[in-house]
């Protein structure tokens, strides 16, 4: 049976593309709206790219004006692996004290995880847009999986993710989340994903909101480079900018920085950190 939140699903979002049609979204606002209206741990897992930075960015910020208890991860690709393993859950998300993990971009290594999951009673949601052809035993929004009636099968990581922050919005009848979009055509632009369809839209939409951004990391960013125009040689300055480096201080530390950056309320902080990537920058 529909639940009346789905049925009232505005279609001026930008897209116009309804997000429960995404298969398993419909489980996802359950689980992810008990976790919010109960204040249960929430941790928000993702790589150390710019498009899961952004997306991982983009959900925290919203997630936070709900009043959600949230935390964010950064898993290291660099391991060889892709997948969250025993070891981070044990380490990483179970040391937070999760209830829900929400995993950008990364899957879970195996069946092991699976279980291991179920025993710490944390429950996870994955979204990514690898083919696949399994079947998941847990909460899994992939455009490409089997059944999956999505339109467009090359969503970014952080499209995806704002669809998920569609149907959030829909729930919560929160008038517009449009404001996400710089974070979101930045992410989406770094990937360099398909610019047809949706992705197209969002690229095409996220710099108008770029240019009257009210994101006090990315305005620090702007502030300091000096950049008015928003060019589109100015957008790739603030992708490398926003790009974690692997230097003295690590590849996956500077991603942290970088988040901590995206989602401050801190003017001061913001400033700080513009500046320390300015110079990172520099000495590249």
């Known amino acids: 049976m529909r639940k009346f939140w789905e049925s009232i699903y505005c279609p001026n979002y930008i897209t116009g593309y309804n997000p429960f049609i995404l298969k398993d ?3 996802a606002i359950e689980r992810l709206s008990t976790a919010v209206n109960s204040r249960e741990k929430i941790v928000v897992y993702g790589s150390n790219t710019v498009d899961s930075i952004c997306a991982i960015a983009s959900l925290s910020l919203m997630l936070r004006y709900l009043n959600a208890d949230v935390e964010y991860l950064i898993h290291d690709i660099k ?8 070891k981070d859950i044990k380490t990483k ?20 995880e699976v279980e291991l999951l179920k025993e710490l009673n944390i429950d996870l949601i994955v979204l990514e847009n690898r083919k696949t052809i399994e079947d998941k035993e847990y909460i899994y929004i992939n455009p490409n999986q089997k059944k999956c009636q999505y339109r467009y099968k090359t969503l970014s990581n952080s499209v995806l993710t704002f669809k998920l922050m569609q149907a959030i919005a829909v729930y919560y009848n929160m008038k517009s989340i ?11 632009k770094w990937a360099k994903s398909s610019t047809g369809g949706e992705n197209g839209v969002i690229l095409k939409e996220g710099r108008k909101f770029l240019e009257n951004t009210n994101n006090i990391g990315l305005r620090a960013i702007i502030d ?3 950049i008015v125009e928003l060019k589109e040689e100015d957008i790739e300055i603030i992708i490398g900018l926003i790009t974690p480096t692997d230097d003295t201080v690590g590849i996956v530390n500077n991603a942290r920085i970088v988040l901590e950056l995206l ?12 500046k320390y990537l300015h110079n990172i920058g520099k000495n590249l």
């Open 25 to 27: 979204m419909n489980k």
């Open 178 to 188: 449009n404001k996400y979009l710089d974070l979101i055509m930045l992410g989406t």
């Open 79 to 86: 391991k060889g692996s892709k997948n969250i393993d025993s």
């Open 93 to 112: 998300v179970d040391f937070l004290g999760a209830d829900l993990l929400i995993a950008i971009g990364v899957d879970i290594e195996a069946r092991e």
């Open 263 to 274: 989602t401050t309320h801190d003017e001061d902080r913001a400033k700080q950190i513009a």
């Open 224 to 226: 300091f480079n000096h």
